[in-house]
């Protein structure tokens, strides 16, 4: 059972960040800034690469398949969707480093 994160850098060959947890690690996802660790039943936010600190924690029902998906169109603006704690919804989290307030939201409707 996995319970540890390793990043390696691979301009110093070698492990820079180390993330322990107490219970197996389903999935990671990484952009530019965020690193993104997928529990059973949680889904954990850090900062990266400077400081790696936890900026979020997201409660979900259980999710043995690591479920989890982080936009990788803009760091400065980022979209997380996961399950939520009620099963079969989904969750999403918006992420901003430059702006200071959500302005829009659109969805595509197109079911295709």
């Known amino acids: 059972m996995h319970k540890i994160v390793l990043i390696w850098d691979d301009f110093v060959k070698e492990f820079v960040i180390e993330f322990t947890f ?3 690690v389903f999935a990671v996802r990484m ?5 993104i660790v997928v529990l059973h039943n949680k889904i954990l936010v850090f ?15 259980d999710n043995p398949r690591g479920i989890c998906e982080l936009s990788s169109c803009d760091d400065d ?12 919804f989904m969750q999403c989290a918006v992420s901003f ?16």
Do not use: D, Y
């Open 31 to 35: 952009s530019h800034s965020k690193i």
């Open 22 to 24: 107490k219970t197996k």
């Open 97 to 112: 480093t430059k702006i200071s307030a959500l302005k829009c939201f659109f969805l595509n409707n197109n079911s295709k």
């Open 77 to 88: 603006c980022q979209l997380l969707c996961f399950p939520a704690i009620k099963s079969g």
């Open 47 to 61: 900062s990266f690469p400077n400081e790696c600190k936890n900026l979020f924690t997201f409660n979900t029902c």
